[in-house]
């Protein structure tokens, strides 16, 4: 029963799931919303499947509720009564191919792994409030922008477009992308300070101007399907389980507490010792591009699906110091004059995250004398 879940609290991470999900069921970009825009039956009644999977009201048989109030505080007011007698939270996969992936997450190990991160922040500082510039409905946000400072008695302040000012002691948390926009727009930092990052890799070139400013920052490691597992304070380093885990196999871990949890780590690791590891390639091919899970082979899958493609290859790349996807295309006969204005009109609308950001032509894939794919 989570004691810190405030109605505040509440409201806030509703606004944030009800607006992603209308943006994601009209196919339109979340900045062209309104504050409070009006939504027709249909939508009413998907926003608030939405929010009874995410708060688990179906535990609590008040998910029918929903559709008797008329307002967000009213929702969050049910809500807030509901979560005294929930499991937890279901948070999803942020995938843009293939089905979202339901991750639950259980109020125990969410206040373990608050915990477990204040620990760890407060080996480098003394936090005095919480800038938190993130979706609050994703777990990462919800993680580290509600649950980390209520359980642990620190002030929050929620960021939209930019960061507010910033002061002595402030923990700034976002992702890479907008770690790597700051260390070049942003000058100067408030002393006593920490910056922390997680949903994919930071480039170390990003890290270290940041540090050099001023602003160090701790990497989360971490997954939908784990939580946040590990840390590091610089790019040279080790990761370091936080303390609500402890090693079980070479690629699973288990609760150090009494709680029945076990995670299986998306990534193959090398462990240096108990509770130190370097990390080496994923399970699978997802890599994260902008804090988005991508499959380059689904990827590669759909773009063959189209007329225009006869073969294809996808592969992550570097662009200005972010991870992006990029392919090669053998064109179809039937399309080879016109292939390329084509396939740029087809993939117009796709999310940026699985749009490739260069497309190479030719006649077959490139390959070596083995017959197995290079690079290009």
Not at 10 to 37: F, M, N, Q
Request: aromatic share 6%.
């Amino acid at each position: 029963m989570p004691t810190w879940m405030t109605p505040p609290l509440i409201r806030a991470v509703l606004h944030s799931l009800l607006a992603t999900e209308l943006s994601d069921y009209r196919g339109v970009p979340l900045s062209s919303l309104s504050d409070a825009p009006a939504i027709d039956s249909l939508e009413r009644l998907y926003l608030a499947s939405s929010v009874a999977e995410f708060f688990c009201l179906h535990e609590t048989g008040m998910e029918d509720r929903l559709l008797m109030e008329e307002s967000v505080d009213a929702w969050a007011a049910l809500i807030g009564r509901a979560v005294a007698h929930t499991s937890g939270l279901v948070f999803h996969t942020s995938g843009s191919t293939g089905e979202r992936k339901a991750c639950h997450h259980r109020w125990a190990d969410i206040d373990a792994e608050a915990r477990a991160l204040h620990q760890r922040i407060a080996e480098q500082v003394t936090p005095k409030r919480v800038v938190a510039w993130l979706p609050l409905h994703h777990l990462y946000g919800f993680m580290l922008g509600v649950a980390y400072p209520a359980v642990n008695g620190l002030e929050v302040q929620l960021a939209d477009k930019t960061l507010p000012t910033l002061h002595e002691g402030d923990v700034v948390v976002t992702v890479p992308p907008r770690w790597a926009y700051l260390a070049k727009a942003r000058a100067g930092w408030p002393p006593n300070g920490l910056g922390v990052s997680s949903t994919a890799p930071l480039p170390g070139e990003v890290a270290s101007a940041l540090a050099a400013r001023g602003m160090p920052l701790m990497e989360i490691y971490g997954s939908s399907e784990t939580g946040g597992v590990a840390t590091r304070f610089a790019p040279a380093e080790s990761y370091t389980l936080l303390s609500h885990w402890q090693r079980e196999t070479s690629d699973t871990l288990i609760a150090a507490d009494a709680r029945p949890q076990r995670a299986h780590l998306p990534d193959h690791v090398a462990w240096e010792d108990a509770r130190r590891f370097t990390l080496g390639s994923r399970h699978d091919d997802v890599v994260s591009v902008g804090g988005v899970n991508v499959s380059p082979s689904a990827v590669a899958r759909e773009l063959e699906a189209l007329p225009e493609v006869q073969q294809c290859a996808v592969r992550p790349t570097q662009s200005h110091g972010q991870t992006r996807l990029k392919a090669f295309v053998v064109p179809t006969e039937a399309y080879r004059d016109e292939a390329a204005t084509r396939l740029e009109k087809a993939i117009s609308d796709w999310p940026s995250a699985k749009r490739p950001v260069s497309i190479t032509y030719g006649d077959a894939l490139p390959t070596n004398a083995m017959g197995k794919l290079t690079d290009w």
